[in-house]
């Protein structure tokens, strides 16, 4: 679950406190902060002989320590992957570099859709290197269909107490706008009012607000869950009878993305790793091996189709068309949501 805006913006209050390097990095090194589990030490050690640089790399498993990481790490960072939400983050309190395309040109592989965000929206500051997506697990053995509407989780008493919801009210109101017709993002209070009206009249079919839903239904708890893609990957071996769709209304894409953060030593040496990582080849390796959903459209060719046709890696193109970067409202809005989550918690 993402860390609050409030969270992390105390966090970045208690830079200039912090007790920071006043050395740089040494002339031929590069570091790197990044997700668990998202590039391994092959790839890195690759990029370091072919640009005679020493690579070192620390990992990350939740927002939480990312901050921490990314705040206190020492040396400094010269390219960070993070998170959709903390990059919003770290784009308003200023603590990232512009990135220069043309020293990236692999930047030209990527898919278009993913260079248009919400939470950065000319990606001056950021570039997709993973993505995933929010939908529904479901146990086959319960299901006469493959539930591919918001409508069985969110407007249908067809699975009355076999259903589990995130616990993530930003995630959720956003589903439920979609599931309404509205943008994922839409700052209209009329439409958070009645997402909360739809929300608070399935309330009584939800057996379940969780930060787990997948493991509720592997373990038979629940028929359908609201689930991230990434849960689904890292759960879809423990039963075969588990099975992932993205509804045809569209949904919300998470991605993560390659950043320079304005402490780079080498900002030189951090724009060439992350075209190194954007290069078909090396992207496609990745992502076979390490199985994420990959925005690079040149690499998607290198693929098989065990890859390119599991729906927790890939959308149709109607659907992805109609499915949306996240967005992270803040001020007044948020305000809005949390009263409203707080009203369909106490009842």
Request: with cysteine.
């Amino acid at each position: 679950m993402a860390l609050s805006r409030r969270a992390f913006l105390t966090g970045v209050a208690t830079l200039p406190f912090l007790s920071l390097p006043t050395h740089a990095n040494s002339d031929k090194s590069l570091h790197f902060l990044n997700c668990c589990h998202s590039v391994d030490r092959t790839a890195l050690q690759d990029f370091g002989k072919a640009e005679n640089i020493d690579v070192s790399m620390d990992t990350y498993n939740d927002e939480a320590q990312f901050i921490a990481e990314f705040l206190n790490g020492d040396p400094r960072y010269d390219v960070v992957l993070a998170s959709d939400d903390n990059i919003a983050h770290l784009v308003q309190t200023g603590l990232l570099d512009s990135l220069n395309r043309s020293l990236i040109p692999n930047v030209r592989q990527i898919d278009p859709h993913f260079l248009t965000t919400e939470f950065d929206p000319n990606r001056e500051f950021s570039l997709p290197y993973m993505w995933g997506t929010l939908g529904i697990c479901y146990r086959k053995s319960a299901v006469k269909q493959i539930p591919d509407s918001w409508e069985f989780l969110l407007d249908s008493d067809k699975y009355s107490k076999r259903i589990a919801l995130l616990s993530e009210k930003l995630a959720i109101f956003q589903i439920a706008q979609k599931y309404l017709g509205y943008s994922v993002n839409s700052s209209k209070k009329k439409a958070i009012e009645k997402a909360e009206r739809l929300l608070l009249k399935q309330k009584p079919h939800i057996k379940f607000f969780s930060s787990n839903t997948c493991k509720l239904l592997i373990s038979g708890e629940i028929d359908l869950a609201m689930t991230w893609s990434s849960d689904f990957l890292q759960n879809m071996n423990q039963s075969p009878d588990i099975g992932y769709v993205v509804p045809k209304e569209g949904t919300l894409i998470w991605q993560k993305s390659l950043c320079i953060p304005k402490h780079a030593a080498d900002p030189v040496a951090a724009h060439k790793f992350i075209d190194f990582l954007l290069d078909k080849e090396i992207a496609a390796r990745l992502a076979k091996k390490l199985l994420f959903a990959t925005p690079n459209r040149d690499a998607l060719e290198l693929m098989d189709n065990k890859y390119l046709n599991n729906p927790a890696l890939f959308l149709p193109p109607a659907v992805l068309k109609k499915s949306e970067s996240r967005g992270f409202p803040g001020g007044s809005q948020n305000q809005i949501y949390t009263r409203a989550w707080k009203h369909i918690m106490s009842i």
